[in-house]
């Protein structure tokens, strides 16, 4: 047999041993895995391990595209014949050997005797392949009982990455407890802030005739929430001219929104026009800002070098 019905015979034949034949699939597989790893593959190995968790099945469906691409590659049966590359040299040179021997053959019939010997050589070559490919089979044997292993250690893993999951959703509720923390506060200074500014507006107006308080109100229509609800503007002074005020912490367009309907709820209650609209907040959104610009309501905030920094 020459080298090249060698090849040929492998490219006709092997894909369908290996489809016929798992054990000798897997067999060649872990041969071609453990002569190519790559970084990439390396790669692909850990991100495999964040996927562990979706299920055997998408794994086994995984190994099984490998081995079917490898089975199909030529690249894996260049791999065999460069690790074979000093008997392949020796079946090249019989090879030659033939060819030439083929085109005397054609005009001189009395030399076939020779090329006999020369066919009885090339099988007793073919043997000792056979024999290699033997060891090959035992070699991959222990390739294979190598990812077995590496597969417990992925469980061991992915048992490991659970755990941390756990340790995160621990971590989660702890960040979310202080957070609720930290907004009980920050409602706690924004309360303290408007009592003390409403005290202190009414110690500085109410000497010069200006009547300064805290306006409450029941609106059981819904006019400004959408359903019954206790209105509460923080200020309202008033003399010649009426002011509504809010003292906020923070201010959103959306507490802009709220604010102007109060403020017509107020009108409606009161029968008058409020003269002044104003929010008194350190922080601003811009938003918020250009939205009370537009709808008339003054904003009293930090400068802007304070906010920014």
């Known amino acids: 047999m020459t080298l090249e019905e060698l090849r040929q015979w492998l490219v006709s034949e092997l894909p369908k041993w290996l489809r016929e034949h798992p054990e000798l699939r897997y067999t060649l597989e872990g041969v071609l895995a453990e002569t190519f790893v790559r970084r990439d593959e390396w790669q692909n ?3 495999a391990l964040e996927k562990l968790a979706e299920g055997q099945q998408e794994l086994q469906r995984t190994l099984q595209e490998v081995l079917r691409q490898q089975a199909e590659h030529s690249q894996a049966l260049r791999a065999l014949q460069e690790q074979q590359a000093e008997h392949s040299r020796t079946l090249q040179e019989h090879t030659r050997i033939l060819q030439e021997q ?5 005009e001189h019939t009395a030399i076939l005797r020779e090329h006999t010997e020369a066919l009885k050589a090339l099988q007793e070559h073919q ?11 035992s070699i991959l044997r222990e390739h294979a009982q190598a990812i077995r292993d590496m597969q417990k250690q992925l469980a061991e893993h992915s048992e490991a990455i659970r755990s941390l999951q756990e340790e995160q959703v621990k971590h989660s509720e702890l960040l979310r407890r202080l957070d609720a923390k930290i907004g009980a506060l920050g409602r706690r200074w924004g309360l303290l802030s408007e009592a003390a500014s409403r005290e202190g507006m009414y110690e500085l107006l109410t000497p010069y005739g ?6 409450w109100a029941r609106d059981e229509e819904g006019f400004v929430f959408g359903r019954p609800e206790q209105i509460e503007i923080d200020l309202l002074v ?4 009426t002011i509504a005020a809010e003292i906020c912490s923070s201010v959103s367009k959306a507490d802009v929104w709220v604010f102007l309907r109060k403020v017509e709820f107020l009108e409606r209650l009161l029968n008058r026009k409020i003269d002044r609209k104003a929010i008194i907040s350190p922080f601003v959104d811009d938003d918020a ?7 008339g309501v003054e904003v009293f905030t930090a400068p802007e070098e304070l906010r920014s920094s």
């Open 45 to 47: 190995l850990m991100r």
């Open 102 to 106: 083929t085109q005397i053959l054609q």
């Open 127 to 137: 043997l000792e392949h056979t024999r290699i490919l033997r060891e090959h089979a």
């Open 210 to 215: 200006f009547r300064v308080e805290r306006f």
């Open 238 to 241: 008033r003399n010649e001219t």
């Open 289 to 295: 800002l250009e939205f009370a610009q537009k709808t």
